[in-house]
């Protein structure tokens, strides 16, 4: 079964930190998403890698295709920032049309 | 721009009883999902859409039916709900798979 694995499950950090968030894919992907789950339930997108790298504000998305990992980093991490973090991928193959979501992220940002 | 419009927001339901969890964009997306969301189990496809009049079953599909008979609305329908179904459900749309999802606000709905 092609699976994703998220790492941390829990994660808190002090106001300003540098925090990162991992997630791991079993067999090849044609795409991969970075979710945020805000505390009242709201689902937004952050980013949608192929390849290399994208940034958005205090955000950073990475993905290493050969070595079947994801990171996002937030730098200058603040209270607001708090959410679950989710990352989901369109494996190839039988049932591309799919996507499998890890479990996520919990994130806590102390000030 | 309204995005993706998912109704109700809560519902509660006996055992036995049927419902349509409902879902708009208007954003002329050809793919559309539905998810469960349960404590420690991440997001779970349903059901999706690539498009009007093509359906198709996702990791959990059994209790649940869908249509796509417009490109705008993919309504979820629980045919007799029984505990089990008890979750938070999200509908989806995009373009496809690989580009950027847009979320609906979610229904959560409790199941007696």
């Known amino acids: 079964k092609n699976e994703v694995e998220q790492s941390p499950q829990n994660l808190t950090a002090q106001e300003g930190e540098f925090i990162t968030i991992n997630c791991s894919y079993s067999?090849?992907?044609?795409?991969l998403h970075w979710l945020q789950q805000h505390p009242g339930g709201g689902i937004v997108s952050l980013f949608m890698l192929s390849s290399g790298k994208k940034k958005h504000g205090r955000l950073i998305a990475t993905i290493n295709i050969q070595e079947k990992h994801s990171s996002l980093h937030i730098t200058a991490s603040h209270p607001r920032d708090s959410a679950v973090y989710i990352c989901a991928v369109r494996f190839y193959g039988a049932g591309s049309y799919q996507l499998t979501f890890g479990k996520g992220t919990k994130l806590s940002v102390i000030p | 721009n309204a995005g993706v419009t998912q109704t109700p927001k809560f519902q509660v339901l006996k055992t036995g009883q049927s419902m349509t969890l409902q879902c708009a964009q208007d954003m002329n997306h050809e793919y559309m999902s539905w998810y469960r969301q349960d404590p420690g189990m991440g997001l779970r496809l349903i059901h999706y859409?690539?498009?009007?009049?093509?359906?198709d079953q996702g990791e959990v599909p059994n209790g649940y039916n869908v249509s796509r008979s417009t490109t705008e609305d993919f309504p979820l329908r629980l045919l007799s709900a029984a505990p089990s179904q008890t979750s938070v459900y999200f509908c989806?749309?995009?373009?496809?798979?690989?580009?950027?999802?847009?979320f609906g606000s979610g229904t959560q709905l409790s199941v007696l």
């Open positions: 989806a749309s995009s373009y496809s798979p690989s580009e950027k999802l847009f």
């Open positions: 067999v090849g992907i044609s795409a």
């Open positions: 859409s690539v498009g009007a009049g093509i359906t």
